[in-house]
């Protein structure tokens, strides 16, 4: 366990260490959660280095006034603002996505079909639409699609009728434990060991915080915040978010021809992919939440944008 709130933190020496290369750099934990990652790649800096987080959630800016070390600052923003970072000032960039086992294990905040609490959902919870909210006034073909888009769940039609449907019977969904009900009851075959309402508490978790939207602004951001030779460390936890980490490396890591102007040189190649990895059988026996956790890799080409 990291800290006191009984978070285990993912992948962390394996980040970390493909991270931090230079102790005298400025680094960004673009997710501190409840600081984990921080508190390792502060102790791998000189006293010249420096370490930037960001976070939505007021629960981990609180968590982070722990940290007394005058080498760190956060931000309570997502990383989607990581771009406002000055050009080619970070050594190293690190995003380990999806929603921290705090948020999951406290019912308050909606997030966990396992217990009963407000449907909210929100990474911050002082900000913007909750899912009770959003599944109020939303059509069915919306709910649908989100639960679709996002879940990959093929039961999303009729899901998304039976929202609907209790609605207009008996009021809108308030709790997590009615959400639950209603999707098993909609679901007619389930995944093995897998709870019928996982895909459509995933979908509207990711839907109601634009995660997908906010991932791919600032895996964009990072490209500038970075100097020629610093690090992109990326943790994700489903499908979904690998499949844009994974594309963004492999569309920045190869020239691109302008077919337009076919004598024109080509835009030089932005980031080299350095890997990928998966925790190993003892880290997933110890903590089960991190089965599903994918690490990709990639360096800062000497070329500037």
Do not use: C
Not at 22 to 30: E, F, K, L, M, S
Not at 115 to 143: C, H, K, N, Y
């Amino acid at each position: 366990m990291t800290t006191a709130a009984l978070h285990t933190t993912v992948m962390l020496n394996e980040a970390v260490d493909a991270l931090v290369q230079d102790p005298d750099g400025t680094y960004v934990d673009a997710t501190f959660g409840r600081g984990g990652h921080s508190r390792l790649i502060l102790s791998r800096l000189s006293p010249a280095g420096r370490l930037i987080a960001f976070d939505k959630d007021p629960e981990a800016i609180a968590a982070a006034s722990a940290i007394g070390d005058e080498r760190f600052s956060i931000r309570h923003e997502g990383f989607a603002q990581l771009g406002e970072l000055p050009p080619g000032s970070a050594a190293g960039v690190l995003m380990d996505l999806g929603v921290s086992s705090p948020q999951i294990d406290n019912p308050a905040r909606g997030f966990s079909f396992r217990f009963d609490g407000p449907l909210d959902m929100r990474m911050d919870p002082t900000r913007g639409e909750s899912v009770a909210d959003w599944l109020a006034a939303a059509e069915t073909q919306q709910i649908a699609e989100v639960i679709r888009d996002y879940g990959e769940e093929r039961f999303a039609g009729p899901i998304a009728k039976a929202i609907v449907a209790r609605r207009q019977e008996r009021g809108p969904l308030t709790t997590t434990a009615e959400l639950a009900e209603l999707v098993a009851g909609a679901v007619k075959t389930r995944e093995q060991g897998q709870n019928p309402a996982t895909r459509t508490f995933q979908a509207l978790r990711i839907f109601i915080n634009a995660e997908l939207e906010e991932l791919q602004q600032a895996l964009n951001a990072s490209l500038s915040v970075l100097r020629p030779g610093g690090r992109l460390s990326v943790i994700s936890f489903h499908s979904l978010e690998d499949r844009i980490v994974k594309t963004f490396i492999a569309q920045q890591s190869k020239e691109v021809y302008d077919r337009r102007a076919p004598f024109a040189p080509p835009q030089p190649m932005r980031l080299v992919a350095l890997g990928r990895s998966k925790p190993s059988a003892a880290e997933v026996s110890a903590n089960p939440r991190s089965r599903s956790a994918m690490l990709r890799v990639a360096e800062r080409t000497e070329v500037s944008a």
